[in-house]
């Protein structure tokens, strides 16, 4: 390090950039937010945007159906950023809320197929033995992994529902503490009612 550098002016120049990210960062949010709401963006907004990618092009929105704690925020920006899109990530209404912007309209279709091919492993188990797996799946995810609380949704003794998440867990291998998985998982079932409806 040269002498001439003081350790004050590398910590301003440091701090300088944090404070320009969070900025930036809250810039984006708000853009998307008058732009949800149908209001104009201002200047500083609009270059904020060009800036991190957003230009003119298609964009999808996707709102998810769950409270927006910070992990929940932390796993969201991971999975996200595991993309080859450009995204932003941000909470509006209490619900966690992803900006993507599509290269082509048929990359979103083949990431959600991708998505939902993940339950594939569950659904064709159900069809050959006739169980419930799906639905014990998806209730395991939505109780955070209660079995007491899956057991009196779906009517069922505790031991049914830890022997259908042995059968999960063990034979078709899905590993349900990773929270990526579960994410992910809880993202393909999401998909799965969007193309029921």
């Given at each position: ?58 964009y999808n ?59 594939g492993g ?76």
């Open positions: 390090m040269p002498w001439d550098t003081r350790i004050f002016d590398i910590t301003h120049d440091y701090y300088n950039r944090i404070f320009e990210d969070s900025r930036d960062d809250g810039n984006m949010t708000a853009a998307f937010q008058n732009i949800l709401m149908g209001n104009s963006l201002t200047d500083e907004q609009t270059d904020t945007l060009r800036g991190s990618g957003f230009n003119n092009g298609c929105v996707l709102s998810i159906d769950t409270e927006a704690t910070d992990d929940f925020m932390y796993i969201l920006q991971k999975v996200c950023n595991n993309t080859d899109l450009v995204f932003h990530a941000f909470v509006y209404d209490g619900s966690p809320t992803v900006i993507l912007r599509c290269p082509s309209s048929g990359s979103i279709a083949d990431k959600c197929s991708d998505i939902a091919e993940q339950l569950v659904i064709e188990y159900d069809k050959t033995h006739h169980s419930a797996l799906t639905d014990t799946l998806y209730e395991y995810l939505k109780c955070s992994g209660s079995v007491q609380h899956i057991s009196e949704k779906m009517f069922c003794h505790r031991n049914t529902i830890n022997y259908r998440l042995r059968i999960i867990k063990e034979e078709l291998e899905y590993d349900l503490s990773n929270a990526e998985v579960r994410f992910q998982l809880m993202a393909a079932y999401k998909l799965r009612e969007i193309r029921k409806v």
